[in-house]
């Protein structure tokens, strides 16, 4: 499975900057191996004030990948038990038996081992 790549608001801020002073769309996109349309939409954000609060934002993203970390962790514990909540049902039940059951009856020793 792909994993994408996140950038930080600073660094989405910086690339908007640098391309509205007077850097190439292609330059940039090539020195930070990125792809021209999310310059361009890191741009319109810019513009727009959207990449303003870097900080929150920031936090806010290290928030989200924390919350994604612990909803991976609660899914794993939940398999976990739903498969040791079957493994429960399908084991076979030991009845209470007297002690004197568990250990057996007493064996007499037989004529052989008399001798």
């Known amino acids: 499975m ?7 608001i600073e660094f989405k801020r910086q690339v908007a900057q640098e391309y509205l002073s007077g850097e190439t769309l292609h330059g940039l996109a090539k020195r930070h191996d990125i792809q021209r349309q999310l310059i361009r939409v890191w741009v319109r954000k810019y513009e727009e004030g959207a990449l303003d609060d870097a900080q929150a934002a920031d936090l806010i993203q290290e928030y989200e990948a924390r919350i994604a970390a612990l909803e991976r962790l609660v899914g794993k514990q939940d398999l976990e038990l739903e498969f040791l909540k079957g493994a429960l049902k399908s084991a076979p039940r030991q009845r209470n ?5 568990i250990t057996g009856p007493e064996v007499s020793p037989s004529p052989k081992d008399a001798g």
Do not use: D, L
Request: hydrophobic share 15%.
């Open 2 to 8: 792909a994993r994408y790549r996140t950038h930080s």
């Open 97 to 101: 038996r007297p002690t004197s059951a």
